[in-house]
């Protein structure tokens, strides 16, 4: 069973959520979990204008992703900054390179979800992903968020992300706020949930 994680990242907010959901995914039997990015689509003067450059090389080494990959996996669990409320245009762009699959329906019946990060409490956590999910079922896929099951949900004595439409974290407008213990939590929690879904769908 193989399970992608795909995902953009700018200052690494995005990465991290993406470990997080690739151990959380890892831990189920006969999962076979790989990361991807995808494809920059900015210069590396305006990233360098953004003060990305650095945070960048901690994901450096994951590779880029090519479309027709995406075929060859049970789950894709994408990830992805805001964008005023949807995906970022380097999603958007990779998305849009999917025609060929979409033809041929292949990514139908596989199973989709998404986790996201923004600038701020409420900066379209939600929208970006259940815009998203728009895309997804245009695929026919099966689209998996997080459950209430997940106790991080409920945290209520913290500022947290955490949708039941996938995990979520913030930023902060200059990107010095990271992931938080029970984001990631949550976020394992979503790749456990999609790989156990992944297998069962496969099974039968």
């Not at 953009?8 to 991290?16: D, K, L, P, T």
């Not at 974290?169 to 949930?193: V, W, Y």
Request: glycine share 12%; hydrophobic share 40%; net charge negative.
């Amino acid at each position: 069973m193989k399970i992608q994680i795909v995902f953009y990242s700018m200052y690494g907010h995005v990465f991290q959520l993406a470990e997080a959901v690739a151990d959380g995914a890892s831990g189920v039997g006969g999962a076979e979990v790989s990361l991807c990015r995808v494809p920059e689509t900015l210069p590396d003067e305006i990233i360098e204008k953004m003060n990305a450059i650095q945070a960048r090389k901690a994901f450096d080494h994951v590779p880029l992703i090519e479309a027709e990959q995406l075929a060859e996996s049970d789950a894709i669990i994408f990830g992805t900054p805001t964008r005023f409320g949807n995906m970022c245009g380097q999603m958007r762009s990779f998305l849009d390179s999917t025609g060929g699959l979409w033809k041929k329906g292949a990514l139908v019946g596989k199973v989709g979800s998404v986790f996201a990060s923004t600038a701020t409490q409420h900066g379209g956590q939600e929208t970006t992903i259940t815009s998203f999910h728009t895309t997804l079922l245009h695929h026919g896929m099966v689209i998996v968020g997080v459950p209430y099951s997940c106790d991080g949900l409920t945290v209520m004595n913290e500022v947290t992300g955490g949708t039941p439409y996938g995990a979520t974290t913030m930023a902060k407008d200059d990107g010095s706020r990271m992931p938080s213990t029970n984001e990631l939590s949550i976020a394992k929690f979503q790749g456990k949930h999609v790989a156990e879904i992944a297998a069962k769908l496969s099974a039968s």
